[in-house]
């Protein structure tokens, strides 16, 4: 198993710029999840998917859209990218039915907006 | 909303010694705190959770402790040594029947082990 995967691991973009951050998980997992982390901020909810077909906002979803667009796969768009926007993005995943919340991440993407 | 506040943001300490870091959540409702470690340039990992029906988890060097009626939750670490540098990250989260949960972080504390 690969776990959760994101694509790309590195992205320079221009301001105004559009873009589609990746995500995918092997595990079977029902819900996806979406945060960016930005220094002293801890990480921070911007989207997230209870299962195929659902997504809901998190705690910084301005700027951002998402799509679930099978079980597998959640990706996240930047339709006109901000400097504001510069992070690291993780995606993380959980399987459902267990009592507890335990969530995978990927390995992130690090975007820079200039 | 949920919100957790982690201290300190920073610490270092000797090898050998131990390391403690301190949580407060603020929703009464909050029922799971995990504890995520990240070393550097890599992706968070779940060390250790606890459930509000215990009130203390161990697991070899690493224990975490909660208190309900104060809403606080601790990391302890003891025998510190180099590998345990990393970004600590606790959490606090909802667990009620099904759904799917979101997890609320603390801002991270940097520890550093000194040889």
């Known amino acids: 198993n690969a776990g959760v995967t994101q694509t790309p691991k590195f992205q320079v973009l221009k301001t105004g710029q559009s873009m589609t951050l990746q995500c995918a998980q092997d595990?079977?997992?029902?819900?996806m999840y979406w945060y960016r982390q930005d220094p002293g901020m801890g990480l921070r909810l911007i989207y997230y998917s209870a299962s195929e077909g659902t997504t809901d906002k998190g705690e910084v979803p301005n700027g951002y859209n998402v799509s679930r667009l099978n079980k597998r796969e959640f990706s996240l768009r930047l339709e006109s990218a901000a400097p504001s926007q510069t992070s690291v993005y993780f995606c993380?995943?959980?399987?459902?039915?267990?009592?507890?919340?335990?969530?995978?991440f990927g390995a992130g993407t690090r975007l820079s907006v200039l | 909303g949920e919100n957790v506040e982690q201290h300190p943001s920073t610490l270092s300490v000797q090898e050998g010694d131990s390391a403690v870091i301190k949580c407060t959540y603020s929703d009464s409702a909050s029922n799971y705190f995990p504890w995520y470690k990240q070393e550097l340039g890599k992706r968070p990992q779940l060390i250790i959770d606890i459930r509000s029906n215990v009130g203390e988890k161990k697991d070899q060097r690493i224990a975490v402790t909660l208190n309900k009626t104060a809403k606080h939750f601790s990391l302890h670490i003891t025998e510190t040594q180099p590998e345990d540098s990393a970004v600590y990250f606790c959490a606090a989260s909802i667990i009620a029947g099904a759904g799917s949960y979101q997890l609320t972080f603390g801002k991270g504390t940097k520890l550093s082990v000194i040889p």
């Open positions: 595990m079977n997992h029902n819900s």
């Open positions: 993380a995943s959980r399987r459902s039915g267990q009592l507890k919340n335990i969530q995978y």
